[in-house]
């Protein structure tokens, strides 16, 4: 009933690589388990003789600094045909892809620009559409509520007087680097917002009702800590901390 008697066995399952040995069962009168291999066997003497798929143990040896034997190969370039004059097939010639170039940190920001897609228009678009509503600031309103939602663009607007600005920064080894100001203030756009979600989460949260004033007061004092940017903010009730 000891399975390790087996494993020295040649040519038994108790001796293969994937018999696995489990508790006995009653009635039982040698060590039984399952096989990795072969999942139709419910039960597997270590008796059992063995079969096609035997693998015996001890024949793994590792060497650090070898490769195994039979490692598997780089499958080689598929050789492309097609049918040329004379009905000859003829291979045809891939052209190599080029390299892909390394990206430059040091460059300057720019934002990416969308590609121009010039969709086919069956009907010429209206010029005047019928909303429903005859006052124009209110429809403009709604539009600029959906197109800064389906952009994820708040409404906060950068002080006119930092528009077209820069910003320069000097690491810890004086290298200076300098990126558009309207890329800072973007960032912090996000962050504000990402706040203001999260404060209403916890304060929605039945779970955190107990340490709600203390969260509160967390999150108040993370939003204070970047009150410095508050004067790149057009309107005030946009403030960190506001």
């Known amino acids: 009933m000891n399975p390790e ?3 020295r066995e040649p040519g038994i399952c108790g001796s293969c690589i994937a018999w696995r040995p489990e508790s006995p069962k009653e ?15 419910p039960r597997v003497p270590a008796t059992l003789k063995l079969c096609s798929l035997y693998k015996p143990r001890g024949q ?12 598997r190969k780089r499958a080689s370039a598929v050789t492309v045909m097609r049918r040329g ?6 291979q045809l010639k891939v052209p190599a892809r080029a390299p892909k170039p390394e990206p430059n ?24 559409v019928d909303v429903g509503t005859e006052s124009p600031p209110l429809l403009r309103q709604v539009l600029l509520d959906l197109c800064r939602e389906e ?10 007087r ?9 690491d810890a080894q004086g290298k200076k680097r300098s990126f558009p100001i309207a890329r800072l203030f973007v960032m912090l756009d996000k962050l504000k917002s990402s706040m203001v979600e999260l404060e ?28 410095t940017f508050n004067l790149l903010f057009s309107d005030k009730n946009d403030y960190f901390g506001a």
């Open 5 to 7: 008697a087996w494993y």
């Open 27 to 41: 009635g039982e009168t040698v060590a039984s388990g399952s096989c990795r291999l072969r999942k139709e066997l």
């Open 60 to 71: 793994f040896v590792y060497q650090p600094g070898q490769e195994p034997k039979g490692k």
């Open 85 to 90: 004059p004379g009905d000859q097939m003829v």
């Open 105 to 128: 940190f040091d460059a300057p920001y720019e934002p990416t620009r969308l590609r121009e897609v010039k969709l086919a228009r069956p009907y010429e678009v209206p010029r005047h």
């Open 151 to 160: 952009l994820g663009r708040s409404g906060r607007e950068l002080l006119p």
């Open 162 to 170: 930092f528009v077209g600005g820069t910003v320069e920064v000097i």
């Open 200 to 227: 209403d989460a916890v304060a929605r949260s039945d779970a955190l009702l107990e340490d709600l004033p203390e969260m509160q007061k967390q999150l108040g004092a993370m939003q204070g800590s970047f009150t």
